[in-house]
């Protein structure tokens, strides 16, 4: 694997993040079914540079799993969770899952990704919140990464 292949993962992967905190966006706000919003976004936005596979499971897991990220999320927020924006929730949505099932993305690069993610979309100061929520989540999910026996 040459030096450029990595960091040519981590940008495709990170396109696919901002792809899908959107279509996880269309999809709590309109309701629409998941097929049919991965199917519009493919045809209709530019996913050039995105890991399209990538793209999919996480839109497909994700909406298949809302009750355990919700399980997994609620108990480090200061409200409940129907009372987040939708934005910041499909990021906290996308690093719950990467950090419970992708143990091949350090937990590090998962907060770094949705602070990102909520710095560029999110509500004004919202990613402080969501780093706060992603550091305590990562100290749970990932105490091994974290030397923490």
């Known amino acids: 694997m040459s030096a450029a292949d990595p960091r040519r993962l981590a940008a495709e992967r990170r396109r696919s993040r901002r792809l899908a905190m959107q279509a996880l966006y269309q999809w709590q706000m309109a309701g629409e079914n998941v097929q049919e ?16 596979a990538y793209f999919r499971e996480l839109i497909e897991k994700i909406t298949q799993s809302t009750d355990e990220l919700d399980e997994a999320i609620s108990p480090l927020l200061d409200r409940p969770i129907e009372e987040l924006g939708a934005v910041e929730r499909g990021i906290l949505y996308i690093a719950t899952y ?9 937990y590090k690069v998962v907060i770094s990704e949705a602070v990102a993610l909520t710095k560029k979309f999110g509500a004004d100061q919202a990613h402080k919140f969501v780093n ?6 990562a100290k749970n999910m990932r105490k091994l990464e974290q030397g923490s026996f």
Do not use: C, M, T, Y
């Not at 919003?37 to 399209?52: C, P, R, S, T, Y």
């Open 98 to 106: 990467e950090l419970l099932h992708r143990i091949d993305i350090p």
């Open 132 to 137: 706060g929520v992603l550091d305590r989540s």
């Open 37 to 52: 919003i991965i199917n519009q976004f493919l045809a209709e936005q530019d996913v050039k540079g995105a890991d399209l």
